[in-house]
């Protein structure tokens, strides 16, 4: 059955600009088309949305997020069912804008930074399934797995190389904490962090204990690190590096495979990415705070110097749609620029733009409509494949 809806009265931010006076138009879960409000008929649609002088937008695409950690396991001893916990964070989710999410479930070796029942090989497995086969039963957003995988754990090579070929996972990314460079070139920094998370091994061996720890450790080689870029890029899926601190390490990194650089360091090596082809991506609760919580690159300072491209959500969610609004309104970035970051330009990225990312005719109807509310931006309304999942009235 063809259902057609239009959404008028609407502030419409497209990839290079907002429109006024237009209607979008859907058939089903795609826009058909976007018409002057002046020539048409409302009445010939099945469902009318009046956008109320509102933003209409993409829903976000959030490459890089570990929320779902703490909605699965809220305490280091409590464990939640895993598919109610998918449950539960989608309706966060899509009230907060986000429509295509990409867990970022990490592969460690240690518990440096806390015990996650979610890090241990037989529950990643499980969760990658889950997130693969939820979408056969009900569901509101598309879940997606990025794969993070700590580069020191040796193990890691058989398991994510399975993953790939059976394409339970949608993007992956290689990480390297060791403290010294990378995020923890400070290592003040790296103490005062891993002391926060009370893991085990930090309480055994002590401070000094992991220093030396990391000094005799044995890593994925680079031929490895390259067979397993290689593999996702033959099966369509992006692979990414994270922290990056120098151009030595970005070279290294092109010459691995990988095509996203997430968290630059600074400024300097966020535009060398760039210049190497490499999509930068940078947290959006980065902007909300002002800057970086170790000290590293500000991502408002990256966007106004055009070095970062993606904004994710990393541990705060609602931080996307709020960093559109600071930056436009407090920075003054043009909303279609900005808005770009978290729909078009990740949407590139994870190469699923030919079906989602901007309003245009053919994509999907993944959708959202933004109200200013008390000086902050709020989901009224929010569509995925073409049906609203979310309609919010807020009172006084």
Do not use: W
Not at 284 to 289: D, G, R, T
């Amino acid at each position: 059955m063809t259902m057609k809806t239009a959404i008028y009265n609407g502030k419409l931010i497209t990839p290079a600009e907002v429109l006024e006076n237009k209607v979008l138009v859907l058939e089903n879960d795609r826009i058909i088309d976007i018409l002057a409000e002046d020539v048409i008929d409302l009445g010939q649609y099945d469902e009318k949305i009046d956008a109320h002088g509102r933003y209409v937008c993409p829903g976000f695409i959030d490459t890089h997020s570990d929320k779902i950690e703490q909605i699965i396991q809220p305490r280091p001893t409590s464990v939640m069912d895993f598919e109610m916990g998918l449950k539960e964070i989608e309706r966060q989710l899509i009230n907060q804008g986000i429509t295509t999410i990409y867990h970022s479930i990490s592969l460690y070796q240690d518990d440096y930074f806390g015990a996650s029942e979610l890090r241990y090989k037989k529950n990643v497995l499980k969760l990658a399934e889950l997130i693969n086969n939820i979408h056969e039963r009900h569901h509101l957003i598309h879940h997606r797995l990025h794969l993070r995988i700590e580069i020191d754990n040796l193990e890691a090579f058989d398991i994510v190389s399975k993953m790939l070929r059976e394409k339970t996972v949608h993007e992956i990314s290689f990480m390297d904490h060791t403290p010294g460079q990378g995020q923890y070139r400070n290592i003040e920094t790296y103490r005062k962090t891993i002391t926060a998370y009370h893991g085990e091994t930090v309480t055994t061996l002590g401070f000094e204990g992991v220093l030396e720890h990391h000094k005799n450790k044995r890593t994925l080689s680079f031929e490895q690190l390259h067979e397993l870029a290689e593999l996702a890029r033959a099966n369509g899926i992006p692979a990414a590096s994270h922290d990056d601190d120098t151009a030595a390490k970005l070279q290294v990194n092109k010459e691995l495979g990988v095509a996203i650089s997430e968290f630059p360091i600074t400024i300097d090596v966020a535009r060398q990415a760039q210049q190497l082809g490499l999509a930068t991506v940078v947290g959006a609760p980065n902007i909300l705070l002002g800057g970086s919580h170790t000290g590293n690159l500000s991502a408002a300072e990256a966007v106004k110097e055009g070095c970062a491209d993606i904004l994710c959500s990393d541990y705060y969610p609602a931080a996307m749609l709020h960093s559109i609004f600071i930056m436009h309104e407090q920075h003054g970035v043009p909303l279609p620029e900005i808005v770009n970051k978290l729909t078009l330009n990740p949407a590139r990225a994870m190469c699923i733009d030919n079906d989602y990312g901007s309003l245009a005719v053919g994509k999907k109807a993944d959708l959202l409509i933004i109200k200013i509310l008390d000086g902050y931006p709020v989901i009224t309304h929010a569509l995925v494949d073409g049906k609203v999942i979310s309609q919010l009235e807020y009172r006084v």
